[in-house]
């Protein structure tokens, strides 16, 4: 019988890290890898997500607006206690979950201007000026 609930008692801490929450920030989560990836070593810029962005609307990426050369790379930091995204509107790149004090880079490779939201809070909103 001991066994019996024992492996019982196993099988259910098992089963709770497996189901873990992944949008808290942890030493042995993985970052989200960039789309595309960084492929040089040029300038780069970083947006903060402050504590609260998902109130701030367009103030919510700070800055909301980026100017950056062609082959920069941007990198969004999550500074918040809840998790975010970087998704562009168009075809171009998503973040995928950013969890609290984890960040996200893409380069970007063309020139032109790129508006992004946060896909879970859609009033997040900001635009890459890329020249």
Known sequence: ???????VVS???????????YSASSPNSPSPTPTPAPTQGGPSSSVTIP???QSLGNRA???SEVDVAVGATVTWMNTDSVAH???SDAPGWDS???APNRQFSVAFQNAGTFSYHCAIHPGMVGTVVVR
């Open 51 to 53: 504590v609260g962005a």
């Open 11 to 21: 099988a259910i801490v098992m089963f709770a890290i497996a189901c873990g929450d």
């Open 96 to 98: 995928g979950i950013v």
């Open 1 to 7: 019988m001991l066994s019996l609930r024992l492996a």
């Open 61 to 63: 990426y700070m800055p």
């Open 85 to 87: 995204t970087s998704t």
